[in-house]
């Protein structure tokens, strides 16, 4: 019977176990400790690590012939991104191509790979020693291989606090690298792309909302579409995707960038990622925005080569802050509702500044 390899089984797979499960495909997958809840979808389990990838391939290669496996699910970061790649690239399956989930993994090969594409990132320098960046402050200090999302990622003012904010981070870097850049003011967009046959079917700008707070990042939220959707910044967004999409070679799934939006107006790329990695994006923001659209169907179909149903619809925007789906009724509702938010009233100014710019 046809089957998907799912490279995790914890609680934040579960909804594309479910999906994968209810299309008809037996599921496996590889997860050192499977959820309870997962294990009832399972056909069969490798009780290995998602980081351990040759193991992981060693053990695979016996169920080859039991399974007619379809695809390679991944609601993954960090190493197991690479292992889904060498996965896929071995039982000869489109997957995530091993450049995407190297850029996706470590920041210093994303920076690596605009900088060969004319792709514009903010400058910066990978280090694994304690020497100073000769960059200009302020720093953004970040692990380059980090494991926990945005954890430790800090802005540094000043050499005297460079030290703590580079050992938090290199002690959270799984290559023991840190990726310093210099930090630039702006505003933080996201593009969601949804690829079939390598082309970009359906994309969706977003606004991400992060500050800064007492040195270290703090995620507030995400909102969608982005008051910037239907503009020339959302046109540039999508060139971008559509560059690295070419570029790695990537043919079928969701895939996620995420911009900073200088004051200059510059689009600097500084995350990818591949499938539904964002619970608020993908559990909260999407269902909100389009009823009745499931994105974890549509994810396994994608990767299974079927054509999945798109978004028709205009969405109306809603925020997802501090875990709250909040409905606004218009651009103006949607910046009033981020400026109450702890944080969020100087994101929305510079929202507000950026919009009255561009209808001048």
Known sequence: MTAVLSIGAGSGQLPLLRAAHDL???????????????????????????????????????????????????????????????????????????????????????????????IAAPAGVCLSDDSLPHLS??????????????????????EASFSQAYAAARAESYNDAVEIESYVAGLDLGYMAMVQQGQIKFGLLYDEFAAFQDGKVQGLGVAGPSVFADTAIASRCHAVAESLVTHWHYQAGFAFFSFRLTEQGELLLYEVNPGLCGDAIADQLLPALWPGFDAFDSEVK???????????????????????????????????????????????ALANQFLQGMSA
């Open 24 to 118: 008809g495909y037996q599921v496996v997958a590889v997860d050192r400790s499977p959820s309870a809840e997962a294990r009832a979808l399972l056909a069969e389990a490798i009780l290995v690590s998602t980081y351990d990838s040759d193991t992981v391939l060693a053990q695979l290669a016996s169920l080859e012939e039991r399974f007619d496996f379809r695809a390679v699910l991944a609601r993954s970061s960090g190493p197991a991104l690479l292992t889904a790649a060498r996965v896929a690239e071995s039982l000869g399956l489109a997957g995530i191509p091993i450049s995407f989930a190297q850029a996706a993994v470590y920041k210093s090969a994303l920076r690596t790979q605009a900088e060969q594409l004319g």
């Open 302 to 348: 994608l990767a299974t080569a079927v054509a999945p149903e798109f978004p028709a619809q205009a969405a109306q925007p809603h925020l997802v802050v501090g875990g709250e789906l909040i409905k606004a009724a218009s651009r103006e509702e949607y910046l009033s509702t981020l400026s109450e938010v702890e944080g969020g009233a100087e994101i929305a």
């Open 137 to 158: 402050l302020p720093w953004v200090v970040k692990p380059d291989m980090p494991l926990v999302g945005k954890q430790n990622v800090y802005k540094v003012d000043d």
